[in-house]
């Protein structure tokens, strides 16, 4: 088993392969200086296809792909995904790649907050209009990082069923193909908001959602503050940030197989953006979030001021699962037995915005 | 970087009476390579400059900078990044 490690960072692409999750050749960087937000690796194929999302800020974004892991990498001529021009948009950044269950369906979501579809593989992309049309749009608001769509959860079960989350805007949903979306974010809280309008019906900074393995209808949510799961879909969230050191974080990640397993990285509060006590630690539940484990085994213990973002954490699909983080500080941790231990990557790196692992 | 996206030349020749007509027929050619000057709007990206004889064009008239006969664009990224 060999495993491909694909780490973007706010300056170039790094990719690391590795048979045994401990030992790790590092190769990059690979488009220097360009920021590399979404990296997504298509499994449906022989060959598995890399696609990356690169923006450079003197010549703008694109996207590329790569059918050999990376050792060379294409794009068409024309831009691979592009505001029609009766929107008055221009494409700032590709936050997302996602699958969907037909073979050469991908999606992206990407900033300004839109949605794009491919159907030949992720070499070109189409635009959803529905959701551009959507009534609640002009009333998306910019988060931190921007005005984007940064998850994208097609059903596994059914092409037509997607679920998107954008910061801000929140969850919305289609059950019709991209044709009417839903907002779909009963039960989730803004704090941003004045008392009396904390639970709105759209409108939240919902910062990443995850598919359970065993359960496309339960999904997992790291908000602004809160951490919230769904049994229906995502049409109604409920609190399992109980037992956790806070509430606040970037990523949410499922396990691969194992249902209920899910993993986050808690940051202390929205004006204190760091592990609580400077600890480096992944929280771990093996229930739906019902009970939470910290764990640390060969991650820092003190004099951690970093943080990780949003899709800088995913697994492997190996067994046991790979458990895979980048740090705002450069730093790139592997766990190969479900984060009980951990050992690091690389050090040393620009900010880690995505990391991707596959087997190979 | 560009010179890549122009089948490694570093110098085109385009008919065209205004910068942006330039970039058109430079897109008609390499579209590889106009889409790293402008957006899908046609707008010229921010941190690339394009000197008219030696003018930065944002200083003359934009995109609508009139062109003359063997008038010499020269196109270079300016400072940006961290």
């Known amino acids: 088993m060999e495993i491909l490690l694909a780490i973007g960072t706010r300056k170039g692409l790094w990719l690391a392969r590795s048979r045994d999750r401990r030992h790790w050749d590092v190769s990059g960087p690979q ?11 298509d499994m449906r194929r022989e060959t598995p296809r890399l696609s990356a999302a690169v ?26 995904v592009s505001f029609p021009e009766d929107t ?19 999606y992206v979501g990407v900033e300004p907050t839109a949605l794009f579809k491919s159907v030949d593989g992720g070499r070109t992309y189409e635009f959803v209009r ?29 092409p037509a069923r997607v679920n998107v989350a954008m910061s801000t805007g929140g969850v919305y949903r289609t059950e019709d193909g991209g044709a009417s979306w839903t907002a779909s974010n009963s039960g989730i809280f803004a704090e941003f908001m004045p008392e009396g309008q904390q639970y709105p019906e759209y409108g939240q900074c919902v910062h990443k959602v995850a598919v359970d393995a065993a359960n496309p209808d339960r999904q997992y ?3 602004h503050s809160g951490v919230y799961r769904s049994a229906d879909g995502g049409r109604n969230w409920e609190s399992i940030a109980e037992g956790l050191p806070a509430d606040f974080g970037f990523p949410m990640v499922a396990h691969p197989s194992r249902s209920e397993v899910i993993y986050s990285f808690p940051l202390e509060s929205s004006m204190m953006r760091f592990p609580p006590q400077g600890r480096c630690r992944v929280y771990r539940s093996e229930n739906a979030g019902n009970s939470w484990t910290g764990l640390s085994k060969g991650l820092p213990d003190v004099g951690f001021w970093s943080a990780v973002m949003r899709d800088a954490m995913c697994t492997d699909s190996a067994d046991p699962a790979g458990v895979y983080f980048g740090s705002r500080s450069g730093e790139v941790w592997a ?3 479900e984060g009980d231990t951990w050992a690091q990557v690389a050090g040393h790196l620009p900010d880690v915005l995505c990391v991707r692992a596959a087997v190979i | ?25 430079l897109g008609e050619r390499y579209p590889a390579l106009e889409r790293r000057l402008r957006d899908e709007r046609g707008a010229l990206r921010r ?27 020269v196109i270079i990224p300016s400072v940006a990044g961290g």
């Open chain 1, 335 to 337: 766990s190969a037995d």
């Open chain 1, 31 to 41: 488009f220097p200086i360009a920021d590399v937000k979404a990296i997504g690796i």
């Open chain 1, 221 to 223: 949510l790291q908000n």
């Open chain 1, 130 to 158: 529905g959701l551009w049309d959507h009534p609640h749009r002009e009333h998306w608001m910019p988060g931190g990082g921007g005005k984007a769509l940064h998850t994208v959860l097609p059903d596994p079960r059914d």
């Open chain 2, 47 to 73: 941190y690339v400059n394009f000197y008219v004889d030696g003018e930065e064009c944002r200083r003359l008239a934009g995109p609508a900078t009139p062109l003359q006969p063997h008038t010499e664009v």
């Open chain 2, 1 to 25: 970087m560009l010179r890549g996206l122009a089948g490694g030349v570093s110098h085109v020749e385009v008919a065209a009476g205004t910068l942006g007509a330039a970039l058109d027929a």
């Open chain 1, 55 to 80: 923006l450079n800020s003197h010549f703008g974004p694109t996207v590329v792909t790569s059918d050999d892991l990376g050792e060379t990498w294409s794009e068409p001529d024309d831009a691979p």
């Open chain 1, 88 to 106: 008055g948009a221009a494409l700032e950044g590709v936050w997302q790649f996602a699958y969907g269950p037909e073979s050469d369906v991908v």
